[in-house]
Nanobody, 122 residues
Framework: QVQLVESGGGLVQPGGSLRLSCAASGSIFSINDMGWYRQAPGEQREWVAHITNSDRATYSDFVKGRFTISRDNAKGTVYLQMNSLTPEDTAVYVC????????????????WGQGTQVTVSS
């Protein structure tokens, strides 16, 4: 099975920065698109950023200009650099990846991490 484990969350003051990481592990044949989502209390999950296997990045309008998504294919890791954080960025940030496993290298499926809490507060 595949595991996605996020790290880097925590408490940060408004205007601060945080860098999230999400490492994929398991019986992975290939990692395709990866992305970040977030879910604030009482709200639906919101798309934050997306990055293709060729490093093409797209962003939600809410974070564009402040967040940067990147990936390290050798490490199977996707990152989210978050700058100029505001209290509205407070949420559980969840990593997503489209992965083919050795069980069936032709089947690409979505995998999700458990999330890491980001709290922006004074």
């Amino acid at each position: 099975q595949v595991q996605l484990v996020e790290s880097g969350g925590g408490l940060v003051q408004p205007g601060g920065s945080l860098r999230l990481s999400c490492a994929a592990s398991g019986s992975i044949f290939s990692i395709n698109d990866m992305g970040w989502y977030r879910q604030a209390p009482g709200e639906q999950r919101e798309w934050v950023a997306h990055i293709t296997n060729s490093d093409r990045a797209t962003y939600s309008d809410f974070v564009k200009g402040r967040f940067t998504i990147s990936r390290d294919n050798a490490k199977g890791t996707v990152y989210l650099q978050m700058n100029s954080l505001t209290p509205e960025d407070t949420a559980v940030y969840v990593c997503n990846a489209r992965i083919a496993t050795f069980r069936n290298i032709r089947r690409i499926a979505d995998y999700w991490g458990q999330g890491t809490q980001v709290t922006v507060s004074s």
